[in-house]
């Protein structure tokens, strides 16, 4: 007996989700699928391209061509190039807005992002439940995910975290990466994230926002560990 469980986790920017859902699916032998990076790889294609950010029909152009792949656990592929640091930069998170709330963009990578949850890789070998049913499936996260990607997912979770804890995650990350900018401080990164937070609750279509059904878990004070063993659990109560 088999059975396929689809694992939606949305949550604003550095509240630690995507790190979350990584170590998740790599736990539960699931499939990732980070649809924030999708949305990056497109940024990043229209900076190296010199298309402006604002200009919604090139935008949407260069989405429709940007070839993303994640080929293995964590790894992004944009256009047959590993870009998994690349669209991790500071300049990446100014100019992503306008991209995040293209609806042609939205559009586009939305149905890649279901296709990708209906591939059911055999790479994602998945668990045996109680003995008898093999659980395979897949983890993405993002904004909507819960709400517009994968509406009908088996679980929802909404990760909030407070701001000034988020700002130091992005901080440390960009360091550990050596891909801070000069002069940059978790002040700075701060204020970023808060206008990105404000462009996507606030923006016309796929608005961030809690499914009515997400489970909200606030990981301020829980260690990335501690996030996924309170995912897993749910996953196995949902069983």
């Not at 990056?40 to 402006?52: I, N």
């Not at 978790?186 to 996507?200: F, G, M």
């Amino acid at each position: 007996m088999s059975r396929l469980f689809r694992i939606a986790i949305d949550g604003p920017a550095a509240s630690g989700k995507s790190t979350t859902a990584k170590l998740l699916a790599k736990k539960l032998g699931f499939g990732y699928i980070d649809s924030g990076a999708m949305y990056r790889a497109v940024t990043l294609k229209c900076l190296e391209q010199g298309v402006q950010v604002t200009n919604d029909a090139k935008v949407k152009q260069t989405a429709n061509s940007a070839q993303i792949r994640f080929p293995s656990l964590g790894k992004v592929e944009l256009d047959g190039q590993d870009v998994s640091d690349a669209i991790r930069t500071s300049r990446i998170v100014q100019n992503i807005s306008p991209i995040a709330s293209n609806p042609g963009v939205r559009a586009t990578l939305a149905n890649q992002q279901r296709a990708l949850a209906r591939a059911n890789d055999p790479a994602w070998r998945g668990f045996l439940f109680k003995q008898s049913t093999q659980v395979r499936g897949v983890v993405m996260d993002g904004r909507d995910i819960g709400t517009v990607i994968l509406p009908d997912a088996e679980l929802k979770v909404f990760i909030v975290a407070d701001a000034r804890v988020r700002a130091q995650r992005r901080f440390d990350e960009l360091a550990s990466k050596n891909a801070l900018g000069e002069g940059e401080t978790v002040d700075a990164i701060a204020k970023d994230l808060a206008a990105r937070d404000e462009a996507d609750r606030t923006r016309a279509v796929s608005p961030l926002k809690k499914a009515e059904d997400a489970v909200e878990l606030d990981t301020s004070d829980k260690t990335i560990d501690e996030q996924v063993a309170a995912i897993e659990q749910m996953v196995y109560d949902r069983l």
